[in-house]
């Protein structure tokens, strides 16, 4: 259980990192990094520090951590999490 964040479903964030990040990247690609950092979550992927990972942040910092090891923030206040990741 991650408490903290916003849950958001994968298609919605796909949606709003396309909005926030216009001509970087296409649907496909995000939701395909999204994808394979949400099953290596539901596999047990742990962040080095031996907490569970934050998948979004997970997928765009190019390596698997928890939220404090990627943002350095104690805990997270306005930020997203995969739903489906949330439980
Ligand atoms: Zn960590």
Known sequence: MKTGFTPISLDEYVKLHLKNNPGTSQAAEVTEVLEDTLR?????????????????GSAFSGFDGCFTCITGEAYPEDDYEIDEACI
Not at 47 to 52: I, T
């Open 40 to 56: 290596a979550y539901k596999q047990g992927a742990r962040c080095n520090c031996g907490n569970p990972i934050w998948v979004i």
